[in-house]
Nanobody, 116 residues
Framework: QVQVVESGGGLVQAGGSLRLSCAAS????????MAWYRQAPGKQRELVAS???????YYKDSVKDRFAISRDNAKNTVYLQMNSLEPEDTAVYYC??????????WGQGTQVTVSS
């Protein structure tokens, strides 16, 4: 059974930084598409950033130039470096590991709160 565990959330003032980590137990981690999603209260879950097995990245427009996703396949870990945080970034952040649409796994989420 694949386990996905996020860490690194917390409370930070606007303009500050946080680094989220996501460790996965998947044996074929290096082949997986890894992504960070977030869900704010009363809103749908949205894709924030992703990185594929070749290191190609995608970012939601509102986080470009502020967030950076990276992966360390030797550690089965993906990171999300978040800089210049804004109150609008407040949400529960979820890590997603995906091999196929029918073979993907979610973490339990980590809370990020940005105070103004």
């Amino acid at each position: 059974q694949v386990q996905v565990v996020e860490s690194g959330g917390g409370l930070v003032q606007a303009g500050g930084s946080l680094r989220l980590s996501c460790a996965a137990s998947a044996r074929l981690f290096s082949f997986a598409l890894m992504a960070w999603y977030r869900q704010a209260p009363g809103k749908q879950r949205e894709l924030v950033a992703s990185i594929d097995s070749g290191g190609n990245t995608y970012y939601k427009d509102s986080v470009k130039d502020r967030f950076a996703i990276s992966r360390d396949n030797a550690k089965n870990t993906v990171y999300l470096q978040m800089n210049s945080l804004e109150p609008e970034d407040t949400a529960v952040y979820y890590c997603n590991l995906k091999f196929t649409t029918n073979n993907q796994y979610w973490g339990q989420g980590t809370q990020v709160t940005v105070s103004s």
